[in-house]
Structure formats: structure tokens, C-alpha cells
């Protein structure tokens, strides 16, 4: 069982994260493949040796692969400036991914919407089963 300690420490480090890779993003990299990117979430392993960068980029799917390329090559110079920031002795491997949360919730309400429009005539009706003779 984890210590309670230990549990706050890795939140706060993981806002930590959050707050300076958004900073790093905002202004920092020179990487033209890089659009607009916001950081969504932070999840830092239990060991603190890695963290889940959760990403949301503006704009289509193939800017948003462009993006995931971009920060992926910067990796190693944004975990070298996290670590100098925030006076860590081992700064976490970085690993980024797409957060695709928004479009989960967008095509769910999308689906959601179609059910409550649907004509009486159309919905599924119970299947009657018929007594045998």
C-alpha cells in the first residue's frame, strides 16, 4: 500500500510537470513541425521514473501526428530543462501521447443525440415471442 506521502509528493510533481512542459511549449521550442499544443494531463509512474504527457492538438489528425513527431525529437531537451527547473536529480522519461478524450465525448454525445431524435415509427420495439400450439 502506497504511503499517503508519497501519493501527495508524485501529484504535486506531476503539476510540477504539467506547468513547465506547458511553458517549455508555449514559447520555447523552435520546432516548426510543433503547432499549437496544449498539455492535458500529466500521469507519473508509481516509481516516478516515468511520466505520460497527455497532448491535445489544434487542428486536424495529420497536424496532430506532425505535432507528436515534433515533440517526440525534442524529448531529451525538454526533459533536460524540466530537470534543471525543477532541481530534479533524475527527471522522468517523457513519454507524449495524443489525448483523444475530447473526441470521445464529442462522438458519444453525437450518438446520444441521434437516439433521443429517432421518429416513434423507428425504434426497436421488444421481440414478441409467440406461444407454441
Known amino acids: 500500500m502506497e504511503k499517503r506521502g508519497q501519493k501527495y509528493h508524485r501529484e504535486r510533481l506531476g503539476e510540477a510537470l504539467r506547468e513547465e512542459i506547458e ?17 492535458s494531463g500529466v500521469t507519473l509512474a508509481a516509481d516516478g521514473r516515468s511520466a ?15 505535432s507528436l513527431k515534433g515533440l517526440v525529437a525534442a524529448t531529451g531537451f ?3 530543462v524540466v530537470g534543471e527547473r525543477l532541481h530534479l536529480r533524475r527527471p522522468p ?14 462522438r458519444i454525445d453525437e450518438l ?22
Do not use: M, W
Open 52 to 66: 505520460r504527457i497527455l497532448i491535445n492538438v489544434e487542428g486536424d489528425d495529420e497536424e496532430a501526428q506532425r
Open 93 to 106: 522519461e517523457l513519454l507524449f501521447q495524443l489525448d483523444r478524450s475530447g473526441q470521445y465525448t464529442a
Open 78 to 80: 525538454i526533459r533536460r
Open 112 to 133: 446520444l443525440s441521434r437516439t433521443r431524435k429517432k421518429p416513434a415509427s423507428q425504434e426497436v420495439r421488444p421481440l414478441q415471442i409467440k406461444p407454441r400450439k
Open 23 to 39: 511553458t517549455i511549449l508555449g514559447g520555447e521550442l523552435g520546432d516548426p513541425r510543433i503547432g499549437l499544443v496544449n498539455v
